[in-house]
């Protein structure tokens, strides 16, 4: 096949505005040149030159894509009809071929062969994507431009009215509700990648579709990592039990303390959390009065809409996943550390108690020895802060309260913790109910609480801000503004999309609608 070579020649001309006709908007003429005329007195005006040419400029590059695709589409069509040996009719097809891209939206002739008894023997769609019905062909540039740069930050009906003027398009160019569907179908798939991509993964390496391992499973006891713990006698160890600056009095809980201090380059750091968005109404059926009182609808009591979002980090590197429930996100998250050779590590899961969460990860990693749970400090003092209000009679005495409690547990004493719940006075207590549940909480975590002091002097992470900050940047910095709300499809599909840029493979899966379950070095 031939090359083509595109050329560009763009001139300023001055002619006689007394002779030929004035007009400020972009017009072809008849050897195919687009025109747009300029007021004298603007001529050397840096400002109106700009986007008097801006706006000649898209219309002739819409212009010249039409003619040549269709010039194309006829030539190939011809090349066909010449292979077959047989007479046929070329004609033009009946509707044209429809194309939404960065330049703005097009349309082009397509043409097809037709036999004598009138049935079409060759069209020349079929050297074109797949179009269905009036639907346009979105190109990469449409899709990177206008959604991952732009409705993955913005909202569409911004981003709408921005990309269809810098196409010089405000008219006939994409409209809001196209744009919101356009984003939406690409979550989607990306979405769907991930699950089926960690479902051959899984089965792959033994295990099912659910994450529930095999017995043929390649994962084997005895292949985990070794010497991933760090060892009380160690150097490092002893000195960092003297920065910490441990009271004496605690010392003897603290040795005792279940939790595990992990070596950071033996261990995948994940961080799990969940965030929610104002959820979206129900549309009022068509006929119906504004002022009918509405109905309460007791089948639809969520309120909320809810992404499950993961942060993987190990060595320095960084994925993030982004899933409709805890027990697929986990599913995602262990065909990634299969695929990334990275199951055989320690495992560290930094959570905020919520159960859902503890649940996921049992059930999907319960196979596994190496497995550790951190209950992430903030949410653990949050959460014994709200209790104690309930509990206690006043501010004062509250803040009193939790100022020693944080101090028991910011150590990992949860026992002596517990000893100082016990003994609080009963004229200081408003309900025993709330005193009684932070007692079930602390004793129900209990194995998620360490030493947060120790780990501090150890450089190990002590929060899951990580995934807090991730939960920032896909989903709330977009979708919790005021006035928004979601369906579930619509906020996963804007977070996934989100996640596919953070961990940087924007650019893999406009070329190859491909999101690799793998670190990525331009993350």
Request: aromatic letters at 10%.
């Given at each position: 096949?031939?090359?083509?070579?595109?050329?560009?020649?763009?001139?300023?001309?001055?002619?006689?505005?007394?002779?030929?006709?004035?007009?400020?908007?972009?017009?072809?003429?008849?050897?195919?040149?687009?025109e747009?005329?300029?007021?004298?007195?603007?001529?050397m005006?840096?400002?109106?030159?700009?986007?008097?040419?801006?706006?000649?400029?898209?219309?002739?590059?819409?212009?010249?894509?039409?003619?040549?695709?269709?010039?194309?589409?006829?030539?190939?069509?011809?090349?066909?009809?010449?292979?077959?040996?047989?007479?046929?009719?070329?004609?033009?097809?009946?509707?044209?071929?429809?194309?939404?891209?960065?330049?703005?939206?097009?349309?082009?002739?397509?043409?097809?062969l037709?036999?004598?008894?009138?049935?079409?023997?060759?069209?020349?769609?079929?050297?074109?994507?797949?179009?269905?019905?009036?639907?346009?062909?979105?190109?990469?540039?449409?899709?990177?431009?206008?959604?991952?740069?732009?409705?993955?930050?913005?909202?569409?009906?911004k981003?709408?009215r921005?990309?269809?003027?810098?196409?010089?398009q405000?008219?006939?160019?994409?409209?809001?509700?196209?744009l919101?569907?356009?984003?939406?179908?690409?979550?989607?798939?990306?979405?769907?990648?991930?699950?089926?991509?960690?479902?051959?993964?899984?089965?792959?390496?033994?295990?099912?579709?659910?994450?529930?391992?095999?017995?043929?499973?390649?994962?084997?006891?005895?292949?985990f990592?070794?010497?991933?713990?760090?060892?009380?006698?160690?150097?490092?160890?002893?000195?960092?039990?003297?920065?910490?600056?441990?009271?004496?009095?605690?010392?003897?809980?603290?040795?005792?303390?279940?939790?595990?201090?992990?070596r950071?380059?033996?261990?995948?750091?994940?961080?799990?959390d969940?965030?929610?968005?104002?959820?979206?109404?129900?549309?009022?059926?068509?006929?119906?009065?504004?002022?009918?009182?509405?109905?309460?609808?007791?089948?639809n009591?969520?309120?909320?809409?809810?992404?499950?979002?993961?942060?993987?980090?190990?060595?320095?590197?960084?994925?993030?996943?982004?899933?409709r429930?805890?027990?697929?996100?986990?599913?995602?998250?262990?065909?990634?550390l299969?695929?990334?050779t990275l199951?055989?590590?320690?495992?560290?899961?930094?959570?905020?108690?919520?159960?859902?969460?503890?649940?996921?990860?049992?059930?999907?990693?319960?196979?596994?020895?190496?497995?550790r749970?951190?209950?992430?400090?903030?949410?653990?003092?949050?959460?014994?802060?709200?209790?104690?209000?309930?509990?206690?009679k006043?501010?004062?005495?509250?803040?009193?309260?939790?100022?020693?409690?944080?101090?028991?547990?910011?150590?990992?004493?949860?026992?002596?913790a517990?000893?100082?719940?016990?003994?609080?006075?009963?004229?200081?207590?408003?309900n025993?109910?709330?005193?009684?549940?932070?007692?079930?909480?602390?004793?129900?975590?209990?194995?998620?609480?360490?030493?947060?002091?120790?780990?501090?002097?150890?450089?190990?992470?002590?929060?899951?801000?990580?995934?807090e900050?991730?939960n920032?940047?896909?989903?709330?910095?977009?979708?919790?503004r005021?006035?928004?709300?979601?369906?579930?499809?619509?906020?996963?599909?804007?977070?996934?999309?989100?996640?596919?840029?953070?961990?940087?493979?924007?650019?893999?899966?406009?070329?190859?609608?491909?999101?690799?379950?793998?670190?990525?070095?331009?993350?």
């Amino acid at each position: 096949m031939k090359r083509h070579r595109i050329r560009v020649k763009v001139e300023f001309e001055e002619i006689d505005s007394e002779i030929e006709f004035f007009n400020c908007e972009p017009r072809k003429v008849e050897d195919g040149c687009f025109e747009i005329d300029l007021d004298g007195k603007f001529a050397m005006d840096i400002d109106v030159c700009e986007q008097s040419l801006l706006a000649a400029n898209f219309p002739a590059i819409r212009d010249a894509l039409s003619v040549h695709l269709a010039e194309m589409s006829k030539k190939k069509t011809e090349e066909e009809g010449g292979k077959s040996g047989v007479v046929l009719a070329l004609e033009e097809h009946s509707s044209p071929y429809r194309v939404d891209g960065e330049v703005g939206r097009f349309t082009f002739t397509t043409h097809e062969l037709v036999n004598w008894e009138g049935k079409v023997w060759f069209t020349s769609r079929e050297l074109f994507p797949e179009q269905r019905g009036v639907c346009y062909y979105e190109t990469k540039g449409f899709k990177e431009v206008g959604v991952f740069n732009g409705a993955v930050d913005q909202s569409y009906r911004k981003v709408r009215r921005n990309f269809n003027h810098q196409r010089r398009q405000e008219q006939g160019g994409t409209p809001l509700n196209t744009l919101r569907d356009i984003a939406k179908i690409e979550g989607e798939k990306v979405v769907n990648f991930w699950e089926s991509t960690s479902t051959e993964i899984l089965e792959k390496n033994g295990f099912n579709s659910t994450g529930a391992l095999l017995e043929e499973a390649v994962v084997k006891e005895g292949n985990f990592v070794e010497d991933g713990e760090i060892n009380s006698e160690e150097e490092e160890m002893i000195n960092s039990w003297e920065e910490a600056d441990i009271p004496d009095e605690l010392k003897s809980e603290v040795k005792s303390n279940s939790v595990p201090y992990e070596r950071v380059e033996k261990t995948v750091e994940i961080s799990v959390d969940g965030v929610s968005t104002k959820k979206q109404k129900a549309h009022r059926k068509s006929g119906s009065l504004k002022s009918e009182e509405p109905k309460k609808d007791d089948s639809n009591q969520t309120k909320r809409v809810n992404n499950r979002i993961a942060y993987i980090e190990h060595n320095g590197r960084k994925y993030t996943l982004a899933a409709r429930n805890y027990p697929t996100l986990m599913r995602i998250a262990l065909a990634f550390l299969l695929n990334n050779t990275l199951w055989d590590k320690i495992l560290c899961f930094y959570v905020d108690g919520e159960r859902s969460i503890t649940n996921a990860i049992t059930g999907c990693f319960s196979w596994h020895p190496r497995v550790r749970l951190i209950m992430d400090w903030y949410h653990l003092e949050h959460k014994c802060a709200e209790l104690l209000s309930s509990a206690l009679k006043g501010r004062k005495i509250r803040n009193e309260r939790l100022e020693q409690l944080t101090f028991f547990l910011w150590y990992g004493c949860v026992g002596k913790a517990m000893e100082y719940l016990n003994n609080f006075p009963f004229q200081d207590i408003k309900n025993q109910t709330a005193l009684d549940t932070l007692r079930t909480y602390l004793e129900n975590h209990r194995q998620k609480i360490p030493c947060y002091a120790l780990r501090k002097q150890l450089g190990l992470c002590n929060s899951s801000n990580r995934v807090e900050k991730a939960n920032d940047i896909l989903v709330s910095h977009r979708q919790k503004r005021n006035g928004m709300s979601w369906s579930e499809q619509g906020s996963l599909s804007l977070a996934a999309l989100s996640a596919v840029r953070r961990n940087g493979y924007q650019k893999t899966w406009l070329e190859h609608n491909v999101v690799p379950l793998t670190f990525s070095e331009a993350a």
